[in-house]
């Protein structure tokens, strides 16, 4: 089977002589206006949902038993039934669904009356003068506190954080009277969640699912000579996901103006074929609305441009100009195509560069520019090779994927593109290859970070379809939206290079019902290829097996931790009431031997940076208790990194697995960074265990085991544990060694432990019995014969003084900008003391102000805001943010007693355009 998608090129020899004063500027729109609306918005949360006002969306469940801990590979029980109220909104909130409902027979029609009209509320007269001043993208829960104790409201599963409740976003907007030809649509690119939206006291619509972005038409209701009063009603439930989901408008939102004729609603779609380096053929497929009271014939050319390094060059190709007649109140969709030689491709680094082009589409009636609309996207072949496994513009890329959620650690989950380009730079770094959105669409600036740094990335959509997971998840409102929130992520992200697959769900309840759970996975994954036939689709099973009809409906096969196993291990004999599995890459293998098997979600081993617990496993893979890896008492489980959740396996075993079954496409860890929420195995804890990386973004060892497989040209090599043991002098402490090298060498005190090469389905070279002495572990890493690499640890002195490192000196001040420094505790010689534990005061002076401190422990329940954070384990974490428009010295410092006060000074720029 093979999938080619996005585009080419034909380079038009005149262009490159009449298109050099073809500037940037001459190809923004006059006629169509993207407004940023994210500044003065006032916000009330209401302090329990019994005090709320009664516009809710539908009435819930009640909900009779909570069980925080379950873990994931629970079987889903039956969807609980809801009893509809005559109150409800929801039959004024279904007809935003309409657009993506397909049927027209299944439209829904907005009954009579104006629900709210009379609340005050939504009206502008309301004073919201005591209301807090915030600006999107906001979340309402990730300020704390966290709920500590037994019985919190939120439990640890959804990070202990006050996500739940209901609130009110307001702000005014301003359209003048020249305006009254426009078109207005207010573009929410996600709120968590129930939105319904009032524009000048009228119920416009909304959206409850809170991780798709939304489109609703204001036209009707703007008052065109001057102030319009938004009124925005979120409800959040409790015991809605099993992570944290953050609360509020937490991504963008916008203001779109345009002219009555207009390019639809995300609705441009770049398609590719035949793409070699030579040429390759692009599609470029245009829907314009005619929102106006007459017949129209316009004319549309879509012309293309590479991005260079974000600026964009010169014309290189453009489609045949077509006209078509689009009568009142219509769509036409006009098919384009051109071809474009020697097309620059997109492709994964290292070996291939993600070369991105722009389509900028000119609509225009009677000679006059009505409409510009920008589409990015790349070109690039992919094929799926059941054999191999995914092949870029003809080169194998083993999928070196990992698993991310939606949250942003101590920012929560308001997006902000300079904490998720960290991210992903820190995932590069590691070797990360290819990113599966866990478990629902991201923010559509995540997906343009996606396409620009070149990964690979599985858009997932759903957690559960009718079979709940938690009892207020999305179960509730499946059988109203799966159909628009489905065709929505696909058609906002179909034109990302990056996206290679799209997936329909994950381990949903639906793997148990046969037939039933097929045919319904079939019935999503039909609606997303009807919105993109270009790409395929999966849904990750942890419980269906090959023999089962789940499968058969999608087109790749994407195991969670299936193909290494599920509780294979002795110490499961008799666990009888929990999932187990043997090894399933070979039997899918063969039953699909047409399709890829890829595994969605591998490992889910656990550790708590700079943690080693004694006594270590002999085993490759243990799970965790109490004595073995785990310690309940301080809730921290040991960075040896062999421990894994009950269904999980350690990386080793990961690896071993997919070299056995090298027809695998390669896994997707969970998880790349430490997320809010699910601290298996300690749920008294605010955050997980999981992550590669912990939540401040600092690298756990395993960090470097995976480097050692991911970048094999990377010379590297790291010794665990750290060698601060005093209770540990004559105690057998073991070593381990991971490097990208193939031999090492091991000295304590510069007398040789032995040198040892890796062993076939090895992945780590282990010292065992080393004694505990103090000083100086040397490793030095050969590969093929020759030194490689070397590393050292030491014991080192008490901590003595700070060391900031700041991962950006220079921000740009816009109020968004952030500079992410880390905190060392050093002893005097400089080295990084690994127990060091010390609270940190932090201040700031300047033109920043410091949003939030972390320190990566899942312990910690200080609040992310405060500027008083414990280091844990040698490290904390500030992060600093800009204020709009001020520019200037900005110096943060560090006091903690016992150590030397230390500062570090960044500088705030004119934001550059
Ligand atoms: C998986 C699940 C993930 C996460 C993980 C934790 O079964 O798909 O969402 O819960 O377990 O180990």
């Known amino acids: ?183 207005i649509y207010l573009d929410i690119d996600g709120a968590m969640s129930y939105a319904m939206v009032w524009l000048n006291g009228y119920l416009v619509g909304g959206w409850p699912y809170g991780y798709n972005s939304f489109r609703l038409d204001l036209t009707p209701h703007i008052n065109f000579e001057g102030i319009n009063q938004l009124a925005i009603r979120l409800d959040n439930p409790n015991h809605s996901a099993r992570w944290y989901p953050g609360g509020g408008l937490y991504r963008n939102v916008w203001l779109t103006k345009t002219n009555k004729v207009h390019v639809a609603h995300w609705g441009t779609t770049v398609t590719t074929s035949k793409v070699s380096k030579a040429s390759a053929q692009i599609g470029i497929k245009v829907h314009v609305v005619n929102r106006s009271d007459s017949d129209t014939e316009i004319e ?26 689009i009568p009142a109140g219509n769509t036409a969709t006009l098919n384009t195509a051109t071809t474009l030689e020697n097309p620059r491709l997109w492709g994964p680094p290292p070996t291939q560069t993600p070369h991105l082009y722009r389509a900028i589409t000119h609509v225009s009636q009677n000679g006059v520019g009505i409409d510009t609309y920008k589409t990015d996207f790349g070109i690039r072949d992919i094929k799926f090779d059941p054999n191999q496994g995914i092949l870029v513009n003809n080169e194998l ?25 960290r991210k992903l730079h820190i995932l590069k770094e590691m070797g990360v290859n290819a990113i599966r959105m866990a478990h629902n669409p991201p923010a559509p600036e995540l997906l343009e970070l996606t396409d620009k740094m070149g990964f690979l990335v599985i858009d997932e959509v759903f957690d559960s379809w009718k079979r709940k997971k938690t009892p207020h998840d999305f179960h509730l409102i499946f059988p109203d939206w799966y159909e628009a929130d489905a065709r929505a992520m696909v058609r906002r992200d179909k034109n990302h290079p990056s996206i290679v697959i799209w997936s329909y769900g994950n381990e949903v309840g639906e793997q148990y019902t046969g037939i039933e759970g097929a045919t319904l996975g079939k019935t999503l994954s039909d609606i997303i290829k009807d919105e993109d036939p270009t790409r395929p689709t999966t849904s990750a099973m942890n419980w269906a097996k090959s023999d089962m009809p789940f499968p058969t409906a999608m087109d790749v096969i994407s195991l969670n931790y299936q193909g290494e196993g599920i509780r294979q291990d002795p110490i499961f004999d008799t666990v009888t009431n929990r999932i187990k599995t043997k090894p399933q890459y070979g039997p899918f293998h063969e039953k699909f031997p047409n399709k890829v098997i890829l595994s969605s979600e591998t490992a889910s081993a ?97 960090y470097y085991l995976y480097q050692s497989r991911w970048r094999p040209d990377l010379p ?44 076939a389905y090895a992945y780590r070279l282990r010292w065992d019995d080393v004694i505990y002495q103090p000083g100086e572990l040397k490793a030095i890493a050969y590969k093929k014969g020759s030194v490689w690499s070397e590393a050292t640890v030491k014991t080192t002195g008490e901590p003595a003084q700070m060391v900031a490192v700041a991962d950006r000196d220079e921000i740009n001040a816009d109020g968004k ?64 943010r800009s204020i709009p428009g001020k520019t200037g010295k900005i110096t943060v410092k560090m006091e903690s007693d016992g150590l030397k006060a230390s500062q570090i000074t960044l500088t705030a720029v004119p934001k550059k355009r």
């Open 1 to 183: 089977m093979s999938f080619t998608y996005l585009s080419a090129r034909r380079i038009l020899p005149f262009v490159l002589l009449f298109g050099l004063f073809f500037s940037c500027r001459e190809q923004e729109s006059p006629t169509r206006e993207r407004i940023s609306i994210n500044e003065g918005w006032k916000f009330m949360k209401y302090g329990s949902p019994e005090v709320a006002d009664s516009m809710f969306y539908d009435v819930r469940p009640e909900i009779l038993t909570v069980d925080d801990t379950k873990a994931a590979d629970t079987p889903a029980t039956e969807a609980e039934q809801l009893k509809a109220s005559k109150k409800a909104l929801k039959p004024y909130i279904l007809p935003t669904a309409n657009p993506y409902i397909k049927d027209p027979l299944k439209h829904h029609v907005r009954p009579e009356g104006h629900p709210g009209s009379d609340f005050p509320l939504v009206q502008s007269s309301y004073d919201d003068s005591g209301w807090e001043n915030v600006t999107l993208p906001h979340d309402w829960a990730i300020a704390g506190p966290f709920q500590e104790g037994p019985n919190p409201d939120v439990g640890g599963g959804m990070g202990r954080l006050p996500s739940n409740g209901i609130a009110w976003y307001r702000r005014q907007i301003n359209i003048s009277k020249t305006e009254q030809d426009k078109v």
């Open 300 to 325: 549309t050319i879509t012309k293309i441009y590479p991005i260079n390094n974000g600026t964009i060059g010169l014309q290189t190709a453009a489609t045949e100009k077509v006209t078509t007649k």
């Open 397 to 421: 890329i083993k999928l070196q994927g990992v698993n991310e959620h939606h949250d942003l650690g101590a920012l929560g989950a308001a997006f902000n593109v300079s904490a998720a380009t």
């Open 606 to 702: 656990a550790s708590s940076r700079g943690v080693y617990l004694f006594p270590v496993t002999d085993l490759t893979s243990s799970p965790i208790r109490d004595g073995m890896g785990g310690d309940s008492n301080i809730r921290q489980v040991s960075a040896y990194e062999l421990y894994a959740v009950d269904f999980g396996s350690s990386a080793d075993k990961v690896f071993a697995s997919l070299d056995k079954h090298p027809y695998s496409a390669g896994e997707f860890v969970w998880t790349g960074f430490d997320y809010l929420g699910e601290p298996t195995p300690y749920y008294e804890s605010r955050s997980s265990y999981n992550g590669i990386i912990d939540l401040a973004g600092f690298p756990k060892d395993r």
């Open 716 to 759: 590297m090599v790291h010794i665990l544990p750290h060698w601060n043991w005093p209770d540990r002098i004559g105690k057998t402490s073991p070593v381990h060694v991971f490097t990208s090298g193939d031999e090492v060498e091991l000295f304590l005190n510069g007398t040789s432990l032995g040198r040892k090469k890796k062993a």
């Open 817 to 880: 900008d952030l500079s992410f420094i880390t905190i060392q505790l050093t002893d005097t010689d400089g080295l990084i003391v690994p127990t060091a534990d010390n609270p940190i005061a932090f201040g700031i002076e300047g033109p920043g102000e410091i949003i939030a401190t972390d320190n990566g422990d899942p312990t910690d329940m200080t609040e992310f805001p405060s500027t008083q954070r414990k280091a844990f384990n040698g490290s904390a974490l500030v992060v600093v």
